[in-house]
């Protein structure tokens, strides 16, 4: 088992930045992805961005060229910094792990309100 650690959430105008990370509680040695898929309501949940292990990223097309994922300076971590974030961006925000059929890990998920 592996528990995801999210943080970051939370009220932001139009135009404005936030930033999520995501820790997980231990190291996975397999390849492995770990991001980020978001829920609106009413709506599916979608990808926002992923990285493999390798390093490989990978982007919902809604934010290509708006939010960025990387690894973060703690270990089995991840974050994403969002930039020029708009209202469609609200939605609530879930770490994601995963490295087989078997081993896929959601965090509890944070809220990111997008509003003026």
């Known amino acids: 088992q592996v528990q995801l650690m999210e943080s970051g959430g939370g009220l932001v105008q139009p135009g404005g930045s936030l930033r999520l990370s995501c820790a997980a509680s231990?190291?996975?040695?397999?390849?492995?992805?770990m991001g980020w898929y978001r829920q609106a309501p009413g709506k599916e949940r979608e990808l926002v961005a992923t990285?493999?292990?390798?390093?490989?990223?990978f982007y919902g097309d809604s934010v290509k060229g708006r939010f960025t994922i990387s690894r973060g300076s703690a270990k089995n971590t991840v974050d994403l910094q969002m930039t020029s974030l708009k209202p469609d961006d609200t939605a609530v925000y879930y770490c994601?792990?995963?490295?087989?059929?078997?081993?896929?890990?959601w965090g509890q998920g944070t809220q990111v309100t997008v509003s003026s």
């Open positions: 994601n792990l995963r490295w087989d059929p078997r081993n896929n890990y």
């Open positions: 231990r190291t996975i040695s397999l390849v492995h992805f």
């Open positions: 990285i493999q292990s390798g390093g490989r990223t």
